[in-house]
């Protein structure tokens, strides 16, 4: 996937997400079509880790249910790191288990900032996301 669509508000509702988390990890599921997102689902850290994230399996099975009975795909994982780092971590890239990008949200000088990567063979490229 050379880049991500996502709106405002689906950016916005990550971030309140992975805000209320802090300063646990949170993460969720994009669904979408191609390279644009149709809905952001939050989905329970079971790990309740300030440094690791494992999804609660039963959220992520209903959220693929979900999925598959609206017709949308999964395009995108998202998790924050409140502490840092704005990459993948080796434990990110380690356990990378779907062909989909992968958005990290992370403090910047205070604020949440979100940025995509594409995690395969062990290593991770910047995905742009343009946010309309």
Same mark, same amino acid.
């Given at each position: ?36 997102? !149709?809905?952001?689902?939050? /989905?329970? &850290?079971?790990?309740? =880790?300030? $440094? ?6 039963? @959220? ?34 380690? !356990?990378?288990?779907?062909? /989909?990008? &992968?958005?990290?949200? =992370?403090? $910047? ?6 940025? @995509? ?16």
């Amino acid at each position: 996937m050379q880049f991500l669509t996502l709106t405002k508000q689906q950016l916005q509702q990550m971030i309140a997400h992975v805000d209320a988390q802090a300063p646990l990890e949170a993460c969720g599921l994009l669904a979408g079509f191609d390279s644009k997102v !149709e809905s952001v689902i939050e /989905v329970t &850290n079971q790990a309740q =880790s300030a $440094v690791r994230f494992v999804m609660e399996p039963i @959220g992520q099975l209903k959220a693929f249910e979900w999925m598959e009975s609206n017709g949308l795909e999964l395009i995108g994982i998202f998790h924050s790191h409140p502490a840092g780092p704005e990459t993948p971590s080796p434990t990110d890239i380690k !356990e990378a288990a779907y062909a /989909v990008v &992968n958005i990290i949200l =992370s403090r $910047v000088d205070g604020a949440w900032r979100a940025r @995509g990567f594409w995690i395969e063979d062990r290593a991770f490229r910047e995905v742009p996301l343009q946010i309309r």
